[in-house]
Each structure stands twice: as C-alpha cells, then as structure tokens.
C-alpha cells in the first residue's frame, strides 16, 4: 500500500517555484566545486524522528497521524519499513540512519529480541536491492529501557554491561549486513547525577573497556564501516561523559582509542553545551575527527534538546564552510536528527521539514564554497596573525626561542600595538554573500 498518496516524487523547481513540495536550491546533480550537490551533502533520514516519533511531550499525548500507525507489534515494524522506503523513494535521499529498537520490538529477553531483529533487517535487506538508499550508521539504543537508569557501558551493575554489549555486538553483524558506512555510539546515559554515589574513575574505564571491545569485535567480523562518538553534555543525565568534542577526544586520546574513532557533531548538542555548531565542527576538524554530522537546530529561547530541523542559513553556511575546509565528510554524511513539531502532524509535513532542511544546507553551501574561493575569512585571519610570519614572532612558531630570549625582546619594546579584530565588518560581508546568492 501507499503511506504517502498525496505525494509524488520531489523534484528540483529552482527558487521561483511555489510548489511547497519541491527543492528551491538543493539540486541532487548540481556541481559545487568539481562535486555533485548529493555527493557532498550525503543527507539522510533519521528513522526515529521520521517514522517512531509520536509527537507526544511531557505535557500531552502523541498526536502524529501515521497511516501505519494501526498495526502493532512486529506488524507496525514491518509497515514502518514499507512507509520508509517509499518517503525515500519519493525525497530521493541517499542515506538513512536507525537505533535497533526504532526498526524492531524488543522482545521479552534478548533471543527474542535478535529474532525480532533478524526478521526487519532481512525485510530492510531486500528493499535494499532495489533502492538507491543505503544506510549511512546504525547504533543500539543503551538509554530507553529501565535496565539502562544507571547507564550502560558505565552502569553500576555488570549485568547491565554484558547486556549492552550484547546489544552492540548485535548492531555491529546488521552494519555489516546491510553495509552501514559508520556506527555511532551515543552516550544516553553514559555519565552520572551526582558525584556522591559515582565512582568516576571505574565508570570511565569500563567505558574505555567497552569501546576496546567493539573495535576488536569489528575487527573479527570485518566490519569496515567509521566508527563515530556523538557528544552531548546533559539530556537525560546531569553530566554525560562526552560532554562536547574537547571532552571527548581527551577521553579517547586517554584510553588510546584516537585511532578508531571519529565524531558526529549534532548541532544542538553544541549548543546545550555552550558552544556554536561550527565551533564543534572545527574543533573536531584541525584534529581530524570531523566524521559526520547530525544536522538539526536548537531554540534559543529553551534550554532543552528541541531537535527542530535546521533552517538557520548562517548556521547552515558557517556549518559548510567547515565541512568544505575538511574536504568533506569521508564515509560520514548530514543526518537529519529533527523531527516536525507538534503541531506539524500531518504526514505531507515530513516532507516539507526535510526540504526545508536539504534547501538550507544548499544555500549554506553555496555560500561558504564562494567565501573559500574569495578568501574572504582566510585572508583576513593571515593578516590578523602576520607577526608570527616574520621576526620573533617566526621563531616563536618555530621553536627557537625560551622565555630568556622572549624577555630579552620584550624589554626593548616601547607601547604594543593591537589591530582591530573587525568582527561586525566580517559578519557584514557574509551577509552579502548570503543575500548575493538568495538574489540568483
């Protein structure tokens, strides 16, 4: 059957359209910089939001109309899978991402589980052979179920982390199988409410621990596919373990997994954490661990993990500029982690959500490949930084100097002068770029 039947095919209708279900700037076949539109974005559908999320909040029932939604059990995972191929299909994305438990029930123990799971991954598989979407990551669900209250690979109980690896070890045949490019692992309750009953240091290294083990698991199996940690600081513990990216690649270099991995950078995650999405981008990218991005956006005005799908167009610009001056994403790619609000509850509403997205990051792209190639941010910060190019400044950068030599230098200066770091001018001209490509 149909799950969709008002929609067709989206298609590219260029910026004068009025067709509401149709791309205004993302072109799948337009080349950017020697790369096709598609090839460089690499989107993909978030199956929780898209086809689990209910549209139900801490103060109101779930409203979502989902023609699927009449079937229960491994019946409703079954028409989630047939309603997710034809939303692809008909959005023509390239990618998509899932949790174990949004593809498939649990079961009332584990086997039941893995034959719940085999059933819909063999379903998946065969779909799969004649769709052009492929599965960018999966990852287990270690947070929902009550086994999970004190954490997973950090829980207090042992029980809990066999469990979890169980689960993992399970999520890492599928990405095999299906030919995930990636697996994320996403900290849920990996961290703690507060210090007087967590004993960090055994927390920690059991997390280390666990990590160890799914690399040697991969390993074994031959899995091939990135490895990827999704930092966030809080939501749904006080004070998770990969806080943000700094925390985290402190925490990798640490146990001595640097090698293995690489981040997924969520926007709204960067900014729970008191941090612009770009700056995550590139904190991760000049250590070069900028593997793929979840993209979505906050609401100021809250302080909580919205997941609204990203149609901020400095942000979106600011974002590609980073992931162009990475050379791309590699095997990573633009996962959609937003869902509709809830008052968008119609099915015809995930589409405009997610070509409004896809619209966003083509402008964004657009513009930052024409800030790159001007060298409208990098001149400036060369000539911002230029005393290091020369003179004492020189010889900092290149070792040859201690603080005998520096004080030496110093005590023949007269009054030090600073240049003016020009921030509003910047902010100015990537205005004019943005509305120069918006006026096309």
Known sequence: MA???????????GPKSSNPLAFKYY??????????????FRFSVAYWHTFTMDGSDPFGHGNMIRPWDKYTGMDLAKARVEAAFEFFEKLNIPYFCFHDVDIAPEGSN?????????????????????SKTKLLWNTANLFSHPRYVHGAATAVNADVFAYAAAKVK?????????????????????????????????????????????????????????????????????????????TALAFLQNYGLKDYFKFNIEANHATLAGHTFEHELR??????????VDANQGDPLLGWD??????????????????????????????????????????????????????????GLKVAKRLIDDRVLESFIEERYSSYHYGIGKDIVEGKVDFHKL???????????????????????INQYLLSVLSE
């Open 283 to 292: 904190v991760a990218r000049i250590n070069g661990m900028l593997g793929s």
């Open 27 to 40: 072109n799948p076949d337009e080349v950017v910089g020697g790369n096709r539109m598609e090839d460089i």
């Open 407 to 429: 004080e030496e230098y110093a005590l023949q200066l007269g009054d030090i002068q600073n240049s003016s770091g020009r921030t509003e001018r910047l902010k100015s001209t």
């Open 306 to 363: 919205t997941d609204e799908f990203p149609t901020d167009l400095y942000s979106t610009t600011l974002a590609m500029y980073e992931i162009l001056q990475n050379g791309g994403l590699g095997k990573g790619g633009l996962n959609f982690d937003a869902k509709v609000r809830r008052g968008s509850f119609e099915p015809e509403d995930l589409f405009y959500a997610h070509i409004a997205g896809m619209d966003s990051f083509a402008i």
């Open 110 to 130: 584990l086997r039941e589980t893995y034959k719940n799971l085999d059933e819909i991954v063999a379903m998946i598989k065969e779909y799969m052979k004649t």
């Open 170 to 246: 399970k999520g890492l045949e599928i990405a095999k199988e299906l030919g995930a490019e990636n697996y994320v692992f996403w900290g849920g309750r990996e961290g703690y409410e507060t210090l007087l009953n967590t004993d960090m240091k055994l927390e920690l290294d059991n997390l280390g621990r666990f990590l160890h083990l799914a690399v040697d698991y991969a390993k074994e199996i031959g899995f091939s596919g990135q490895f990827l940690i999704e930092p966030k600081p809080k939501e749904p513990t006080k004070h998770q373990y990969d806080f943000d990216v700094a």
């Open 3 to 13: 799950y969709f039947e008002n929609v067709n095919e989206i298609k590219y209708e």
